[in-house]
């Protein structure tokens, strides 16, 4: 277990999720590693060995001290013919017997004799693009070193020499081309590909600045951090994801009743980026303020795309922009929605977000009549003009998307509101439903699960 750059300790099960989050390309690398190393095994040249055993006997008496010279002069004999199979005087013959065009030093790259440690017996092997052509190799050699040995060896008026060579076994042709077969090649092809592969999610790693866990953003905040799943499209088919959003919306509804005040609670809601998921998140926290019993208002403030009045259905209609600029009031403007919760739309007006008693008296306009005030603010910098203006906002959101939101701009957004001594300051990290990074329910401050309010 040790901690990379970024705090985050790397342990077995950390490197697994690196691998299904970065790893879409590792089977495809793994894939071609494959085809590489059988490529190389089809188009590389075939070389076949073929091999002989010669053994070296001495002319010896019958005491035993004879057998001892004997075995020792076959031994150091087995190391001189070893020597003389590469000479002129071996290869010329064989050059003669198979036809070959090539010289003596050509033809000794293709020949190798060794002496079997311990014992009297040469082995000769020779190799060559053609199996037929390494085994009359081997049989030439064998039989011009058999030939050379009987004149070096001979003693005048015997009939044998003092040292015979024979060899045990006839030369067969090799069926299988020696090196490494096609299983090697594809084994070492895969272990190539799986090299590139953990490489290329190391470096990605590496390079993503994107959070993607709880414990990332406590890495670089101190700020309380709850989870909720992302936003479910199609309920019916992900009953089970959305029961967990509900369930985590009415945590973070329950967990923010800590800084209630006299007046209705005003909370409100930003992100880095303008994002869909931080006016999903408004809306579920909203109905999540409904299901307990808490009368609710949302104030859409987000004018330039007004997602919470489009995603309501609301239309184009007068809102909160009519009122700053003095055209209405705020009950005028006002969508009630029974058994719900209302609505403030985004109006019609150019935005504006600069401090003034407008935006102020709409504020306190609304907390005097409902318990949870929501407002949906347009990312930082141009939500901090509504804290401007607002310093009735008790409690600020910082709705973060995991795999999406840059930790850069995270902490940028969290460090220019820290500046607004009126409000306390979360982060609400949406989670994808599935895959290596998904949501856990119950996951707070970066999976301590600690009673964080704000």
Request: aromatic share 4%; charged share 15%.
């Amino acid at each position: 277990m040790r901690k990379n750059s970024g705090g985050v300790v790397v342990t077995t099960p950390y490197i697994i999720v690196l691998l299904r989050r970065h790893g879409s390309l590792l089977p495809v690398l793994l894939l071609v590693g494959i085809l590489i190393g059988g490529a190389i095994y089809q188009f590389q040249p075939r070389t076949y060995e073929a091999s002989s055993t010669i053994f070296i006997s001495t002319t010896a008496g019958d005491e035993v001290a004879d057998l001892q010279t004997a075995t020792s002069v076959s031994e150091q004999r087995a190391v001189t013919y070893a020597e003389l199979v590469n000479s002129p005087a071996v290869l010329n013959p064989v050059l003669d017997a198979v036809d070959s065009p090539l010289t003596n030093a050509a033809l000794g790259e293709q020949i190798n004799a060794q002496v079997i440690p311990g014992t009297s017996l040469l082995e000769i092997t020779a190799e060559s693009a053609s199996p037929q052509h390494a085994a009359q190799l081997v049989d030439a050699v064998s039989e011009s070193l058999t030939e050379l040995s009987g004149a070096l060896e001979e003693i005048e008026g015997s009939p044998e020499g003092l040292v015979t060579l024979s060899l045990l076994e006839t030369v067969s042709i090799p069926e299988n081309p020696s090196g490494p077969g096609l299983l090697t090649h594809l084994g070492l092809g895969a272990a190539g590909g799986l090299v590139v592969g953990i490489g290329s999610v190391l470096l990605r790693h590496s390079l993503d600045t994107r959070i993607h866990r709880p414990v990332e953003v406590s890495d670089i905040t101190d700020l309380p951090v709850i989870t909720a799943p992302h936003e479910v499209k199609n309920q019916r088919r992900s009953r089970v994801a959305a029961v967990h959003r509900r369930e985590a919306f009415a945590a973070l509804e329950a967990h923010l009743r800590f800084t209630r005040t006299e007046q209705g609670q005003v909370l409100l809601l930003t992100n880095p980026v303008n994002g869909k998921e931080a006016s999903a998140a408004v809306l579920d926290l909203a109905a999540a303020s409904v299901a307990a019993g808490r009368r609710t208002v949302v104030v859409d403030a987000d004018a330039p795309h007004s997602r919470t009045s489009r995603r309501l259905d609301l239309g184009s209609r007068p809102g909160l922009t009519d009122v700053l600029a003095g055209s209405t009031t705020t009950d005028q403007v006002l969508v009630c929605r029974p058994g719900s919760f209302d609505v403030l739309p985004a109006g019609n007006s150019p935005a504006h977000h600069d401090p003034g008693t407008n935006w102020e008296q709409a504020l306190s306009d609304l907390a005097r009549t409902y318990e949870l005030l929501i407002i949906d603010a347009p990312p930082v910098p141009a939500g901090t003009e509504i804290l401007k203006a607002g310093q009735l906002v008790q409690a600020t959101v910082v709705v973060a998307e995991a795999g999406s939101t840059d930790r850069g701009q995270l902490l940028a957004t969290v460090e220019r509101l820290r500046g607004y001594a009126h409000t306390s300051v979360g982060v609400l990290l949406l989670q994808p439903n599935s895959g290596p990074d998904a949501y856990q329910p119950g996951d707070f401050s970066g999976g301590r699960r600690q009673a964080a309010s704000w």
